[in-house]
């Protein structure tokens, strides 16, 4: 794959688009006999990839093929695993069912975007399998009642470099991906790109500019202002090099879109969101709820929770302000890192669904 312009390193690609392409291959192999090799697909913003095939197998209403992942220059875990998919023909009026194979883990806790007792296979990866399955069905006149089963050889060892098993998925690795690109985590690349989003917007004379932790929390922020391209910078994880940099190349105006769980750890303090190398305070946010009206008993329950989402998610069931508040306390954490710089910050909290679960004004 070629190399990315900002990092200038070879980007890859995630474990949902090698599950979506092994998938259309094995189906394409069970409706016809005959395996594509390469398998091309469609990934979420148009790109038309092509993957070599690295294992093929048929049987009776059954086939399953593989893919080697190939994560670019990103130090990926799952870089060079292989990831399976086998199609079985399902009951008629079943549709598709997802099952976990081995290396795939079950979600087993609330606050991961996909609910207890399912396979930890991400709703983008299964929406992508879920329009691959139907459109080769479409093709060839069939009934898209089939049960989709993932693998990853080994995955339940490389899964204990992950926080899967803090998270309560238990038995192997997640299948994921938004974008189904992985792009290479390289620090100071990142970084330097940051800078010169900021230059280049100054140089342009734009007077609001918008870093967000990724493409949802992005996609909410345009909804909400539609910025040029230029003005969105792809901060990501790295809240702490934007806001300094601000601080020493002032905009009269700045935005920040992030995902609930980030924006904790930036009204924490935090200043690098990556999970590797900061985590939610869940004692702080619980406090967070009570301050917000919640009553002991949820206050303690918060304190237990598995993750930031699902704090969020109990203060929405009973009406708390929680993504606001949070949103605020992260607003005045960059304000006092971009000080004495005076600019005008608001902020923009997403869910796992790109909705909009909090906002903060602009800075006093």
Known sequence: MPADSASALRRGWTTGACATAATAAAYQALLTGAFPDPVTITLPKGERPSFALAHEARGENWAEAGIVKDAGDDPDVTHQALILSRIRRGAPGSGIVFRAGEGVGMVTRAGLPIPPGEPAINPVPRRMMSEVVSALAARHGAVPDVEIEIAVPGGAELAKQTWNPRLGIVGGL????????????????????????????????????????????????????????????????????????????????????????????????????????????????????????????????????NTALEVLQMAQQVHLPLGDHVARLARDAAGRIVAPARIDIDVVAVDRAGNIVGRSGGAA
């Open 174 to 305: 997640s299948i994921l991906g938004t974008t189904g690109i992985v792009v290479p985590f390289s620090c100071s690349a990142w970084i330097h790109s940051i800078h010169r989003g900021v230059d280049v917007a100054i140089a342009a004379g734009l007077d609001h500019v918008a870093g967000c932790t990724g493409s949802s929390s992005e996609a909410a922020v345009q909804s909400l202002y539609a910025l040029p391209e230029i003005a969105l910078l792809d901060m990501g994880d790295f809240a702490g090099a934007l806001l300094k940099y601000l601080r020493q190349h002032p905009l009269p105006r700045l935005t920040i879109g992030g995902g609930f769980a980030k924006l904790v750890k930036l009204a924490q303090g935090q200043m690098d969101l990556h999970s590797g190398r900061s985590q939610v305070d869940k004692a702080v946010l619980s406090q967070w709820l009570r301050d917000c009206g919640g009553d002991a008993a949820l206050v303690t329950r918060a304190a237990d929770a």
